[in-house]
């Protein structure tokens, strides 16, 4: 089932994209490692084989709406552009019907839909929602996530978040994304106000994490540290390492 999928869906971004683009890259490199953290996730978790399958393919479709976003936006930066990547995700799949070329069979619609469609959503509403459908919504928002964490930590910060080194080393941070971040809470876009503080709603995404599972890959792979240390924080030294004390103390 997932092999068919990927196949499809390399094809898919072949013909309708240019994959030197540098934006459509770092989006198709993301799809990949968001399959492999949603398939380890699975594997941690012990679930079963054909929702292991069924989570990768989502994983594979979760962003088919952000190489679309590149070409009509060129940001990935919804909270400035005013675009929902996801909803426009859901409308390719289904009301396009380009689901039937990653997938034969139809029993598993609905949870994709609702999968994609919440996958980027600040809080997961799940009251119309199956045991399944939740599970599946909660595996792709958190494989998201975790690969968030791998771009923020290597990749090229402005291809990412269309800002500069400098906007983030030179800013102050918020007091409201302090606290938020010191309460354990994520942060919402509206409340970020400089280049620092969208820095510290990256790492904030730990909080937002649903599965131990998840939060052992962070760990493991050092993401907290290797983010904080990242940047030379001008004025903001000292709030910085006190956050990275409080992540750290998180995750344990
Ligand atoms: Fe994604």
């Known amino acids: ?28 490199n993301h799809t990949y ?13 012990n679930i079963d ?28 930066r919804e909270d400035i552009i005013n675009f929902d990547h996801a909803e426009l995700g859901v409308k390719l799949l289904f009301d396009d019907n380009l689901i039937r070329n990653f997938i034969k069979e139809e029993e598993y619609d609905s949870i994709i839909k609702k999968a994609i469609l ?37 990749e090229d910060i402005f291809v990412m978040a269309n800002m500069t080194k400098e906007d983030i080393e030179n800013s102050y941070i918020t007091d409201q994304v302090f606290n ?8 919402l876009s509206k409340d970020r106000k400089t280049g620092i503080d969208i820095w510290v709603s990256y790492i904030a995404f730990i909080f937002g994490l649903e599965f131990n599972s998840s939060l052992k890959i962070i760990k493991e792979k050092d993401y907290i540290n290797i983010l904080f240390n990242r940047f030379n924080y001008k004025y903001e030294k000292d709030k910085m390492n006190i956050l990275k004390n409080k992540a750290i103390e998180y995750l344990k």
């Open 1 to 28: 089932m997932f092999e068919c999928a990927k196949y499809n869906f390399e094809n898919y971004i072949k013909d309708n994209y240019d994959i030197t683009n540098k934006k459509i890259a770092h989006k198709l």
């Open 33 to 45: 490692h968001v399959v492999d953290n949603a398939k380890e996730i699975c594997i941690d978790m």
């Open 49 to 76: 084989n054909k929702d292991v399958e069924l989570a990768m393919i989502i994983a594979l479709l979760h962003d088919i709406g952000r190489f679309e976003q590149v070409i009509e936006k060129n940001s990935f």
């Open 118 to 154: 919440n996958h980027n959503k600040y809080v997961l509403d799940i009251s119309d929602m199956n045991e399944l459908e939740v599970l599946h919504c909660k595996i792709i928002r958190d494989a998201d996530k975790i690969d968030s964490f791998r771009a923020k930590s290597e």
């Open 180 to 187: 938020d971040f010191m309460n354990g809470k994520t942060i």
